[in-house]
């Protein structure tokens, strides 16, 4: 009997032993295998990332954009107050803008008053990051900022085409520096004056009350005017806004325009650049951050620059026309 029981459990014990070598053996996959994922489980969890993906997507598209529209406040209220305080320096005047085609433009000289001159254009001013002529909400590959030549030196390097070179600025007298201009991402309401002493207003600046290009502190020139006219409510002369450009083929219709792309043409598209409107929602405007001659600062919503009556004062989002069929409109 005794035999028997004996016999029995080293029966067991073999059959223990084989169970564990086996269980050594392929432990690791046995173990991996009972606690893998399914297929199933796997798709459920991917599809939950997805969903949470799509509902937090456009949160944080909008929380994204809200801190641009901040950070482009911030630039014009940093570089229209340098311009202000140019004016009290200088009989209430402004740097008059020698040359510039399009709002975008300044000319050398201008941009050297609010942030200091840039001697190799590489880097900052001495009074200022370059960036802050920049609007964050434009800026792309094909639209870039303040570190390519191509915006910053326009007027030096649009000749000489790629590769782009940064040029020495050490040697540029005062006079040439009003006959350049860089290529910047706001629009600028300064008064333009050619080289020969001529106004260079290319523009008329739309709305009500009659808008003029801001010559002082107290004084503006309208389109085609040689004389100077008062301004006795700064408060209503937008001085500083964001670029809004629709193209010329449209007749600033905003149901049919382009808002950015080689349509708004310009004297980059050749060379791959292009330009675009900031703050944009749903394939148009959201508006504009809009500085004013008083210095205070708000955020005009779009319009489509059509008055909903007769009476003048109901115009809001205005028009500046464009200066032929090819050319862009531009708005604020």
């Known amino acids: 009997m005794r035999e028997d029981e004996d016999c029995s459990r080293i029966g067991n014990a073999r059959v223990n032993l084989i169970h564990l070598c086996v269980s050594l053996a392929g432990g690791a996959d046995m173990y991996h295998s ?15 990332i997805a969903l949470l993906m799509a509902i937090l997507m456009p949160a944080l598209n909008v929380a994204r954009e809200q801190g641009r529209r901040i950070a482009c406040a911030s630039n014009q209220r940093f570089t229209g107050m340098a311009l202000l305080l140019y004016a ?11 040359y510039s085609n399009w709002a975008h433009e300044l000319s050398m000289f201008t941009t050297e008053q609010i942030v200091g001159p840039t001697p190799h254009g590489n880097e900052d001013g001495t009074k200022g990051s370059k960036d802050t002529f920049y609007c964050p909400s434009g800026v792309r590959p094909d639209n870039p ?33 009003k006959n350049l201009f860089r290529s910047l991402r706001y629009f600028w309401m300064l008064d333009k004056i050619g080289p020969g002493g001529k106004p260079n207003n290319l523009f ?19 389109y085609r005017e040689s004389e100077l006219t008062p301004l006795h409510h700064p408060a209503q002369f937008e001085f500083i806004t964001d670029v809004t450009f629709s193209d010329g083929a449209s007749g600033a219709d905003p149901e049919n ?50 008055p909903p009556s007769v009476d003048p004062t109901e115009y809001t989002f205005n028009e500046v026309l464009k200066r032929g069929k090819t050319d862009p409109y531009f708005w604020w």
């Open 34 to 48: 009972r606690n893998a994922f399914t297929l199933i489980e796997l798709l459920v969890v991917i599809s939950v």
């Open 88 to 98: 009290t320096e200088n009989d209430g005047k402004f740097p008059q803008n020698t």
């Open 145 to 177: 900022g303040a570190d390519h030549p191509i915006n910053w030196q326009f007027s030096l390097v649009i000749g000489q085409g790629p590769p782009w070179a940064w040029q020495d600025e050490t040697g540029l007298t005062d006079s040439l520096k």
């Open 204 to 222: 008329e600046i739309e709305g009500f009350p009659r808008k003029g290009w801001i010559h002082s502190m107290d004084s503006c020139r309208r």
């Open 257 to 306: 325009s382009q808002w950015g792309g080689p349509s708004i043409g310009g004297g980059r598209v050749a060379h791959g650049f292009h330009f675009y409107t900031s703050h944009m929602r749903a394939g148009k405007p959201a508006g504009s951050n809009i500085f004013f001659l008083d210095g205070h600062r708000e955020w005009r919503h779009f319009e489509d620059g059509k």
